[in-house]
């Protein structure tokens, strides 16, 4: 009596665990479709270092101890950076040009546009020029920087103190608003 109820049991653990293995489904989208819905990335990455090319040529390296990757999001996919970021771009001639430093980011796929927070720095070394900030939007299309917030930018000769600020990705050509600060100004 005792050896019938032990195979009887195991016929219905194995039972249960056969139909638990044929009910699942290997079909990617409804896993993208569930982790959208929930809010969860598709991917994540731990100390991310990526080197982009352009050629054979290297024209920026990214660094981050997390991204999370939101790119399965129909209308705005995105990639977050909750623990920082660190953007190295070189110029032609494989120099760091300019280098950009943040807390957070979110970076959309579609709009190329990206937002760095907390701590902002970006540095351009060959004008020895530096913005701080605490937001800043990054159009990469067009490379410019724009922000609404506080800034000190720091160049050879000027410090500027402001709120709002818009300028080319290498600190150039910059319009800054509300400003305060040491001017050096020449009359053309």
């Avoid at 598709?42 to 100390?47: P, R, Y």
């Avoid at 000027?158 to 600190?171: N, Q, S």
Wanted: net charge positive.
């Amino acid at each position: 009596m005792k050896n019938k109820t032990q195979i009887f049991l195991k016929s219905i653990t194995v039972t249960l665990v056969t139909v638990m293995l044929f009910s699942c489904s290997n079909n990617t989208q409804q896993v993208r479709d569930f982790l959208a819905s929930k809010n969860l990335p598709i991917g994540t990455a731990k100390n991310a270092y990526h080197v982009y090319k352009d050629s054979g040529r290297i024209t920026s390296k990214l660094i981050t101890p997390l991204r999370l990757d939101f790119s399965n999001r129909d209308q705005h996919p995105y990639s977050e950076f909750p623990k920082g970021i660190k953007i190295i771009n070189f110029d032609k001639n494989g120099i760091d040009s300019v280098t950009i430093s943040g807390d957070y980011s979110l970076s959309y796929d579609k709009t190329k546009v990206a937002e760095i927070r907390g701590n902002v720095v970006v540095t351009n070394h060959t004008e020895q020029s530096k913005l701080l900030t605490e937001q800043l939007f990054w159009d990469q299309n067009t490379k410019y920087f724009f922000s609404e917030k506080e800034f000190t930018l720091t160049t050879r000769k000027d410090t500027i103190y402001g709120i709002g600020f818009e300028c080319k990705e290498d600190l150039s050509k910059h319009l800054a608003r509300k400003t305060t600060g040491k001017l050096e100004t020449t009359e053309d």
